[in-house]
């Protein structure tokens, strides 16, 4: 399963949990658990303590669930936003004696999901790229769209546009050409 698959399924499922879903629940417990865990871990340096506020940081989401934005954060980053507070709140309480690692350690947690740089940047890309193939002709734009987006094959691209395989080929071609024009402007 790819990672925009389990995006949208973690979202999902934080959407149920919003509405009191339990099953749900237990499914973003077993998509999320072993990441979150390792939150806990790395900033309390404590398996126990961990595990205690792992299950702090089910309860907040069960709580919190419907706070939830996708459009503002990514689901794993939001669970981890929540489990990395709660135990810096847990450090600062005192209750955790950290021996060796600076609560900055937390900020090295891998989180796969694009960074808000990454998803802007690529948000941009998109608009440019969309800009570029609307400045196209309109055969020249589809076509390009069909066979690079769409993945139809040069061949089947001709057959459906009722034109020999080679003009299909060279009008692709032309395109491409002034497609790479207007994004190197």
């Avoid at 399963?1 to 934080?14: E, N």
């Avoid at 900055?104 to 808000?116: G, K, Y």
């Avoid at 990454?118 to 076509?143: T, W, Y």
């Amino acid at each position: 399963m790819d990672a925009q698959t389990r995006r949208r399924q973690l979202v999902a499922a934080l959407g149920r949990v919003a509405a009191g879903d339990r099953d749900a629940l237990r499914l973003v417990y077993a998509d999320t658990s072993a990441k979150l865990f390792g939150v806990c871990l790395r900033i309390l340096n404590d398996r126990s303590e961990a595990e205690d506020l792992l299950q702090e940081v089910y309860l907040t989401v069960w709580r919190k669930a419907a706070r939830f934005d996708e459009s503002v954060a990514s689901p794993i980053s939001w669970l981890v936003a929540i489990a990395r507070n709660r135990a810096i709140d847990r450090l600062r309480s005192g209750r955790v004696a950290r021996a060796s690692l600076p609560i900055e350690a937390a900020d090295d947690v891998a989180d796969a999901s694009p960074s808000a740089v990454d998803l802007i940047e690529g948000g941009q890309e998109r608009a440019r790229l969309n800009d570029c193939l609307g400045e196209l002709e309109e055969h020249q734009s589809a076509a390009i769209r069909a066979a690079f987006l769409d993945g139809l094959t040069y061949d089947e691209l001709a057959r459906k546009s009722e034109v020999p395989l080679g003009t299909m080929k060279s009008l692709i071609r032309r395109g491409l050409l002034k497609l790479r024009a207007c994004l190197e402007r």
